[in-house]
């Protein structure tokens, strides 16, 4: 470490420097301590409010539209931290117990001990198998906003847009507004789960409204918009050439080279998993997350969670999240924090939270889609394991539970360690075996978290000559 | 709601030990019962590093170690899947003339036993296997030996059993084993009481608490493997490798992943679970890169680790109890089960069905740790932590 800590406890690590993990260390630094914050990209801001790689001439309303200054907000505050922190960006935390991670940072692996730890991991797309999603030319929506944010890229020149969540239409329109030709937004829900967005209205008319305003955007700027799409196929050899789906009972196709592909988001928890967090079953993520008072502490002393890492509630609840999760870290401590700000923070947060319950209602989940995955669909990209395969094991081991699932048919057990294929699979299992999805379980996450070379060094460490 | 039982044969533990014991005593038509306190094949005998091996073992494991190297390219018909089962042939490296000089002294002890040895030298070693690096002087190769699926073989056999028609009763731990006249009665999760002529323990690292409650304590401990897992590779190694000193083992699979084990894991909070050390995986992946120049830009994707029973002498406990007719122990294997396992089953149920095997297990029995027992208070917890015997000496 470096020696530099205002405390004479070792430093508080924050992973992620997204809004959560940027208002987790202001909130830290604010009351004397000195974290340390590693964030695997190269510079601070999380997905939603990723920087360009490059200057290219693009303003902040350009890259982050209503949001501009709230991105602008979250790096100016962060980068006024400089020199009360420590920060290493493009550093990858792949390894954490028992209060010491491992950390691959400048091409060698450090050995870090912590003395709590603000877990702000971010979520990425969720999918479910369909038909010609490994084709080169398929992003997830993330993807292909990240494509466009970050390097100014479209992931085409006539692009469509599949899927389900609020994303599926701000990235649609994102693309519009960048000048790129977006052929159509097919969404999985039938029109009527939008009136739910209604409900939304007292709570956040804003946002609504805002929603709408996009939604009507796209239609004036000539997007298609279908509701109720099912049976989707991508089609092409070597790369998208179509979209095909069927929607009230009629086939449909339409020419494309480039298609932005999710279903709402899913958590990233591999690293509150190896932290041994225990894990319950969330009905709103259809997806087993690890526990969080509605502080972010978890079941394990010191370790916290704040931002859509622990759950999906978007960026703005991210950042009273980070400060929430740090507020609890000064209490637990025994420092001074502020109980009237958690207070109004916890008030914010819980009203996010309703407001999630309705775009849930209103983005719903394609449950359904598993039922007809057909057995010639890759389920598993990174072991090329396809949907029949999976079910072929199912019936031949007698299986019910994920982890025997991969133990017996490799999903999951490749380069991604089944965050991409994981909730399609544990929909699958659920499906074939006939049980709730709660009931298959998740996979248990195993450290590297992602890739690490083999040849990787350990870096001296100081401390260790003590 | 609870539910009674009542087989010929109960076994605890369905690792590959208790699930090839229970089909092959399924087709000596006896009724089964096969219990596992979580999934079978989940522990040890499905997560060890997969070898299937049987150059490097004690000599008095050679015999039932040959026995089970029959199955090994039976498994097809045996339990419907091959189980990745390939006979690649297993080289076990020196480092040094020190290695290179106890290779030599193990080939020689063995000759008789049938494994078919061949010592290289530096210059054959370059010839034939040119992908592995610097620093070897040398090799002792058993041509028969070779890898398997460890993942689909436990699992597999358990599955062969369910079809053959063994009651399989996974998430099912039991709770306490007695004896009751002439028979067993075992109380299991799920208000399942179960009654039996015989009763196996083949509870794996969990097997002690049973034989300490029929009078029987073992120095059974707990150790953990550490495996890394590369992304998949061109073809990179042929074979499945070894090394003295144990400093590290390694394996491709036809996926083309390299499977490379060594150091050990360290248990979690709760010492079922498990998971590798960072810095020993670490060790275990720059020595691999360093001895396979083809590795040297691979990328881990994966680790993994697990729970398996150790003995202090290395040598499973395998054979009768010495208390209670009716029992049988097979427990203990220290990390090298995954072979012989399939050998132990059909012993079990020859012992069962005759009361004997011509395989010889002498050298296994639980009766070996009876001065221990005589000496300690078995609920004491003393003797559990004895030295492990140093090669050479002379064993109780």
């Known amino acids: 470490m470096n020696g530099q800590s205002t405390s004479e406890r070792q430093q508080p690590l924050i992973v992620g420097a997204g809004p959560a993990g940027i208002r987790a260390a202001q909130a830290l630094v604010k009351a004397g301590l000195r974290p340390l914050v590693v964030d695997e990209s190269p510079a601070c801001g999380g997905q939603i409010y990723r920087q360009r790689l490059v200057p290219d001439g693009r303003s902040s309303r350009d890259l982050y539209g209503s949001e501009a200054q709230k991105a602008e907000a979250l790096h100016r505050d962060f980068a006024a931290l400089d020199g009360r922190l420590d920060y290493w960006p493009q550093a990858l935390l792949w390894n954490l ?17 912590y003395d709590g730890l603000v877990l702000a991991t971010g979520a990425t797309d969720r999918i479910l198998p369909i038909p010609g999603w490994t084709l080169p030319g398929v992003f997830t929506l993330g993807g292909a906003q990240i494509a466009l944010k970050s390097q100014g890229c479209a992931i085409g020149s006539r692009i469509v847009f599949l899927g389900s969540g609020p994303l599926l239409y701000l990235v649609a329109w994102q693309y519009m507004k960048a000048g790129a030709k977006v052929a159509a937004v097919l969404d999985t829900a039938p029109f009527s789960a939008k009136f739910n967005l209604l409900r939304g209205l007292p709570l956040f008319p804003s946002i609504v409204l805002r929603g709408m305003r996009m939604t009507a955007e796209l239609k004036l700027g000539g997007v298609a918009l279908h509701y109720g ?20 009972g009629l086939e ?27 894990f319950a079953f969330n009905q709103r993520d259809r997806a087993l997350l690890p526990e969080r008072d509605a502080a972010g502490r978890t079941s394990v002393a010191g370790v916290y969670l704040a931002g859509d890492g622990a759950g999906i509630t978007g960026a703005d609840a991210a950042e009273r999240a980070g400060e929430r999760s740090a507020l609890a870290l000064l209490q637990d401590r025994g420092l001074p924090h502020d109980a009237s700000r958690a207070a109004t923070l916890e008030a914010d947060l819980a009203r996010i939270g309703r407001f999630r319950d309705v775009l849930e209602a209103a983005f719903p ?21 396809k949907a029949g395969e999976v079910r072929a094991a199912i019936g031949q081991f007698g299986v019910h539970e994920l982890n025997r699932l991969k133990a017996v048919s490799r999903i999951g ?47 001296a460490q100081p401390e260790a000559a003590e | 709601m609870s539910r009674r039982l009542e087989v010929d044969v109960a076994i605890i533990g369905g690792g590959l030990v208790g699930s090839s014991a229970a089909l092959a005593l399924r087709g000596m038509g006896f009724s089964v019962a096969l219990l596992d306190k979580g999934f079978c094949g989940a522990q040890a005998s499905g997560v060890n590093y997969g070898g299937v091996r049987r150059q490097g073992r004690p000599i008095e494991q050679l015999p039932l170690s040959q026995r089970a190297h029959a199955v090994w390219p039976r498994l097809k018909a045996l339990i419907g899947i091959d189980g990745e089962f390939l006979r690649s042939g297993h080289l076990k490296l020196a480092r040094n003339e020190a290695d290179m000089a106890a290779l030599e ?44 699926n460890p993942r689909l ?72 493997p550490s495996m890394v897992v590369t992304e998949p590779m061109a073809p990179v190694m042929s074979v499945n490798i070894g090394m003295t000193g144990r400093g590290i083992y390694a394996r491709q ?3 083309g992943n390299v499977v490379v084990g060594g150091e050990r894991a360290l248990p979690l909070g709760d010492v079922d679970l498990s998971r590798p050390r960072g810095e020993g995986a670490l060790s275990i992946m720059n020595r691999a890169a360093a001895l396979f120049p083809g590795l040297r830009h691979a990328q881990a994707i994966r680790f993994w680790s697990g729970t398996e029973g150790a003995m202090p002498d290395e040598n499973p406990v395998i054979g009768p109890s010495r208390t209670t007719p009716g029992l049988l122990h097979a427990f203990g294997f220290t990390g090298a089960g995954f072979q012989i396992a399939p050998g132990v089953g059909e012993v079990l149920a020859e012992l069962v069905r005759d009361g004997e095997t011509e395989t010889p297990i002498e050298a296994f029995s639980i009766g070996r740790f009876k001065e221990i027992s005589a000496r300690t208070d078995a609920g004491s917890g003393a003797g559990q932590n004895q030295e492990p015997h140093q090669p050479g000496e002379i064993r109780p």
Not at chain 2, 194 to 211: E, K, Q, T, Y
Request: hydrophobic share 40%.
């Open chain 1, 97 to 113: 117990r028992d209060g010491r991670a491992d950390i691959m940072v400048e091409g060698t692996s450090r050995q870090v001990a």
């Open chain 1, 229 to 248: 799409v099912g049976d989707v196929r991508i089609e092409g050899t070597e790369k998208v050439g179509a979209i095909a789906w069927r929607q009230d």
């Open chain 1, 252 to 278: 449909h196709r339409l020419a494309c080279d480039g298609v932005g592909y999710g279903l709402a988001l899913r958590s990233e928890t591999q690293l509150a998993d190896l932290a041994g967090c225990s």
């Open chain 1, 365 to 385: 989940f394609p449950a359904h889609w598993v039922r007809d995955i057909a057995d010639t669909t890759t389920l598993c990209r990174c072991e090329e394991i």
């Open chain 1, 413 to 459: 057990m490749g380069r991604c360690q089944g965050r991409i294929c994981g909730a399609g699979a544990a929909e699958l299992l659920a499906h074939e075996t006939n049980r709730n999805i709660e009931a298959v379980g998740r996979l248990r996450s195993q450290a590297p978290i992602k890739p690490v070379p083999l040849t990787l060094a350990l870096a």
């Open chain 2, 105 to 148: 002294t193990y080939a020689a002890t063995i000759a008789e036993q049938g494994l078919d040895l061949e010592l290289i030298g530096h210059n054959g070693l370059r010839e034939r296997f040119g992908w592995i690096g610097d620093g070897v002087v040398g090799a002792s190769f058993c041509p028969g030996d070779g890898h398997a």
């Open chain 2, 153 to 224: 073989v436990s699992t597999g056999f358990a599955a062969a059993a369910r079809r053959a028609g063994v009651e399989v009763l996974e998430n099912t731990p039991v709770e306490g084993v007695t004896r009751d006249g002439d028979r067993f009665a075992l109380d299991a999760a799920g208000n399942l009481t179960l009654r039996s002529r015989f009763v196996i323990n083949s509870a794996g690292a969990w097997a002690g608490p049973f034989a300490e409650s029929f009078g029987e304590p073992v120095p059974l401990s707990r150790i953990y």
């Open chain 2, 253 to 255: 699979v036809e996926r």
